[in-house]
């Protein structure tokens, strides 16, 4: 099931960047639908066709927005109840150390301080 979407995310990808590329650029710096003498002539030229493309690019739009949430939920359905490397708890004694890598034991901690301490006189 997910192969399917995944491949159907794939070419709504595709399509939307095909329609991006195909309207013209109100710069006229990559737009090849329009614009100067060098692009595409006068392949679909004119306000109507410029409705169209915005059209199906808000469609393939809608439609890339769908898979995705799609694939993201069939994605944690699939993963079921895994462990997560976070902790369950607050804090504290469960907390994670950022500086442990994971399955190694915790390093021990002494009673030494933490910042220098200044000689004490006698």
């Not at 994670?96 to 000689?119: E, H, M, R, V, W």
Request: glycine residues 18%; neutral net charge; contains cysteine.
């Amino acid at each position: 099931m997910s192969t399917v979407i995944l491949l159907i995310h794939v070419m709504i990808a595709l399509a939307m960047v095909g329609v991006i590329l195909l309207q013209r650029s109100e710069g006229g710096a990559l737009g090849i639908g329009g614009g100067g003498g060098a692009g595409g002539g006068g392949f679909m030229t004119g306000r109507g066709a410029g409705n169209a493309l915005t059209k199906t690019t808000a469609i393939l739009a809608a439609c890339f927005f769908v898979t995705s949430l799609t694939l993201s939920i069939l994605a944690t359905q699939q993963r079921g109840d895994t462990p997560s490397i976070l902790p369950s708890g607050s804090g504290g004694e469960g907390g994670l150390n950022p500086l442990q890598i994971p399955g190694t034991p915790a390093p021990k901690t002494s009673d030494t301080p933490a910042a220098p301490q200044a000689p004490q006189s006698q």
